[in-house]
């Protein structure tokens, strides 16, 4: 598969720190199991729009090395979503895997959309994703910003769009995410960020600059600048917690997951080299704590039954293999009334959770005392 330097996927990267994109150039087009899986999803899912939609299609199941329910499941939620959008629109036109002329943003970029939809005054870009890890927010994503300013540059001359919306569906996540940005805008960003950054991104120029988009960074492990940034907050943050401020906690807060990508993304690098032959000086490879196990289960279980025990022992199957066991309908049938969904236990998360914010009695008894 062919990559830009500059390809929208990784924009958030190299729009955030320029020089990564000639240098993460060299190492790119490993694809891992992960990837060849979303590409797959990415298939079915445009074979059922495509079904629904009444067009000619292939149906590519038999050749899908990680197809499962899971995936036949994402897929269909996907097409009915891109149709729900469509139902909700007055004579609506639809593309499907469109690709994407870039290149008048960004030398050489290109990429393809899921789909696009354009009906009455907008022009919808839906991107589907099947990753689990790492939750995607559609709020000013420059990903599918850059779809969006490739559509309007195809489109724009002959419909009237005024505004346009971007749509994460990520089911694995129950992750539906929205964002809505004027056609002037989105224009604006072009031109006042996009075009200037890539010109120095393809050029090698810029500064360095670290922080979530190093996330997805093929020279994480061993860039300097990512390394210094998370030692210098490190640095700032090694005081005792009860001897910092307020602020000062907040501010820590918000960069801990960054101090511990860093740490994991260093750990991983050096086991990997590690099993490869190099040494280290601080650390070394040693087996892990094992439990014992029986070499031959049914072995084991002939010896106890001829001594005259019971070697098995009946356990009630777990909600996720009695769904499997009975189906989902009948298990609802059956079984509503006996399941119970416990509080989880607070944890503190960040501030663009989804989920509400719980009060503990602590704050209800603050807030009453302010009143008083
Ligand atoms: S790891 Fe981060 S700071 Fe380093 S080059 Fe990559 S994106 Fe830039």
């Known amino acids: 598969m062919s990559h830009a330097i500059l390809s929208p996927s990784s924009s958030e990267r190299w729009l955030n720190c320029p020089p990564s994109a000639r240098i993460a150039e060299a190492s790119q087009d490993r694809t891992s199991p992960y990837a060849q899986e979303g590409i797959e999803a990415h298939a079915l899912g ?15 199941t038999a050749s899908l090395t990680f197809y499962n329910k899971e995936m036949e499941d994402c897929a ?27 290149s008048a943003f960004a030398e050489g970029s290109f990429g393809t959309a899921d789909c696009i939809v354009i009906a009455e005054d907008e022009l919808h870009v839906v991107d589907y994703k099947h990753g689990l ?16 300013l490739g559509a309007l540059h195809l489109f724009d001359a002959i ?14 996540r129950e992750n539906v995410s929205v964002f809505e940005i004027s056609k002037e805008a989105l224009y604006q960003w072009a031109e006042e960020v996009v075009i200037p950054t890539s010109k120095l991104a393809f050029n090698g120029d810029g500064s360095f600059r670290a922080g979530d988009w190093c996330h997805f960074c093929p020279i994480k ?58 040494k280290w000086t601080s650390v070394k490879l040693v087996e892990g704590r094992s439990n014992r196990k029986y070499t031959n289960e049914d072995a084991v279980a002939e010896v ?24 989902k309908e009948t298990f609802h ?40």
Not at 76 to 102: C, F, H
Not at 254 to 264: G, T, V
Not at 304 to 323: R, S
Not at 345 to 369: C, H, Y
């Open 221 to 278: 492990n061993k860039c300097r600048e990512r390394a210094n940034a998370t030692l210098k907050i490190a640095q700032s943050e090694f005081k005792q917690p009860s001897l910092l401020s307020d602020e000062e906690i907040d501010e820590a807060l918000q960069k801990l997951d960054l101090i511990e990508a860093w740490l994991k993304d260093i750990k991983a690098y050096a086991y990997a080299r590690a099993m490869g032959g190099q």
């Open 333 to 372: 049938e059956l079984l509503a009334n006996h399941i119970e969904k416990p509080k989880g236990k607070l944890t503190l998360a960040a501030r663009s959770d989804k989920r509400p914010e719980v009060e503990t009695i602590n704050m209800e008894f603050k807030k009453e005392t302010k009143k008083l």
């Open 46 to 60: 445009e074979h059922k729009l495509k079904k629904l939609l009444g067009y000619q299609t292939k149906d590519p």
């Open 133 to 148: 890890g790492i939750l995607v927010d559609s709020f000013e994503n420059p990903q599918l910003k850059l779809y969006g």
């Open 304 to 327: 106890v039954q001829a001594a005259g025990f019971d070697p098995y022992e009946k356990k009630l199957k777990g909600i996720t293999a009695m769904t499997k066991l009975l189906g």
């Open 76 to 102: 269909e939620g996907y097409a009915n979503y891109v149709m729900e959008l469509i139902g909700a629109k007055t004579s609506p036109l639809v593309w499907i895997e469109q690709r994407l002329d870039l």
């Open 159 to 172: 419909y009237d769009v005024e505004r346009v919306v971007v749509h994460i569906y990520q089911p694995r």
